[in-house]
């Protein structure tokens, strides 16, 4: 990573801190930010200078693209601090390319690793007390970029403003996570958006995601929309399935999010000798697997929570409970890649990157 | 509709005006806005007063779930003026019926009759001196809604605001237009939010519309994205095809936008005793229909454009030039409902309603 652009970087620094108000014994995910945001802003072409700032509202013109047209695009990653209060990174590069991968699927111009990179870790390194050391701790990271260019007419945007905003967490525990394998509604398609991490996505899973919960499920397996016969994200995350003792997670597409964290699970399984294949998987397959007892765990995975184990699904109005294991993968995973993220465990992948 | 609520509209008018500067001879779709524009804001379950202030830019959080999670629908409607200075709006109910469907589907709430259409009302008053006279004049109507409630989880938002601007429109023409038909990718899905206006799908056509650019077309006619053998709308209009003097349109479905113009020019062509069929329009037969001859026009049907003849299609890389008539159906169905519109010609159907 190249980091001769630090110098570009205009600060202007809060006048106060927010820190000594926040409790971070007790966090809700993703309501309370730092003192400073990240702004960078593409007018016609051309980058500006980065921008450090209070975190505060900002201006835009009713007319921008964003609201109409949806040009929005974002990342989560996290920061973490060891116990030598060095700051780190969970493979950013990751985060930084699908972004960009991203920009592009929505018609957006892509950012600069020297505004991206740079600019993150310049903003780290003003908010640094506001990562905090421990396993579970983490500063959730939110780069984001929106069309700001004005004008109704369905075509993309010239102005686009990009941003960082940071947000401290906790060890993210969701309860007991019941799910629903989606039958008729989809959250991405062939030829469409699903593997960009757009706005415009997710705005597409709420109104499911609450029936689901009005029926007491917390999330839902999302499956391929044209024939629901494939198993391939749960809620915001990626799923695994162990059967027989191997684990099944669906290949990246057009419809599937490649999540960095899916990827790093893949490698540290195969790493402990657990066998992992890497392939559609059916209902059909799961459903004989929970009825034939040889269905063991289910999880999603993803920046957020890690691994967050399912206990249970629905399918066809018919309930399906997982067996309570002793020693789940599933945790053994998290708890594994959760050490290497906090620098307890050697990173012999190479992930982590220092601030 | 009910009219009880414009009292409780707050009004700040603009200091001085805009218009003067305005040169309604030579408008650019959807650039300029006039004076005022609506703002009614939703706080945790009530919708507060609307207010009528100056066209401005507006302060937002940089956490808005617009931002990150898509929630943003809007619609797009006409004022008309008629030669005795009187302002009207063309089956407005659709698009206020609309606008909360797609609210549902979005999980945002749904805006009220005396939000929606009477603070519309109140705004064309005040703004009724940017509505011009004449055959191709109109002045453009953009409700919309967006999460303005903060926070980067995944869920949705608390807060919204709800607004509507004005943009003064000239007759839409937009040259000759090509287009191409999707063979891989696609704007909606069944069980996805393709039948609702909602921002996100659009940002989804954008970059496959880039590359068609490029290629010489202007829009797509996207198909169904589970086997590309449908033909459902082309570019954000409706579509229609006429084979030996038969008009064909798809059904309305989760993955077509329910169009205004669309069900008006349904109704028109059956009043001119045309024959129409609503039924899906595959791909193969408009393909077999333009090798024998039988393809008489295709055309596009939306609010901006109203009828947007097609001159030529691409498909699988081979390109179908449409036959020049002397009197197509796409311009006389045009002309008869834009005089419905402009109160020029009768509305036998009662479509028109006055400000
Ligand atoms: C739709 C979707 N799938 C999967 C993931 C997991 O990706 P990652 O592990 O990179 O956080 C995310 C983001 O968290 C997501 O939004
Ligand atoms: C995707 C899409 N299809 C069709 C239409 C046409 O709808 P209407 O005739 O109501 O403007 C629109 C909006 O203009 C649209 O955005």
Known sequence: MSNNATEDIVINRAESTKIDAVNFDNLVFGEIFTDHMLICDYKQ????????????????????????????????????????????????EENYNRFNKSAKRLAMPEVPESVFMDGMKKLLEIEKEWVKKGIGNSLYIRPFMIATGPGVIAAPAKFYR??????????????????IIAEHFSRAANGGIGAAKAAGNYSAQFYPTKLANEMGFQQIIWTDDATHSKLEEAGTMNVFFRIND??????????ILDGVTRKSLIDLAKRENINVEVRPVLVEEVIAAAENGTLQEVFGAGTAAVVNPIVGFSYKEKYYELPKLDNPIALD???????????VAKDTFGWTVKI
Chains 1, 2 share one sequence.
């Open 45 to 92: 072409g051309v980058w500006e200078k980065p921008i450090i700032q209070p975190y505060a509202p900002f201006l835009i013109d009713p007319s921008a693209k964003v609201f109409h047209y949806g040009q929005a695009i974002f990342e989560g990653m996290k920061a973490y601090k060891d116990d030598n209060e060095d700051v780190w990174l969970f493979r950013p």
């Open 246 to 255: 191997t684990l099944y997670t669906a290949p990246t597409s057009e419809r």
């Open 333 to 343: 995973l998290k708890k594994k890649l959760t050490a290497i993220q906090h620098k």
């Open 162 to 179: 990009f941003m960082i905003i940071l947000s401290p967490a906790k060890a993210y525990y969701s309860g007991e996570v019941k799910v």
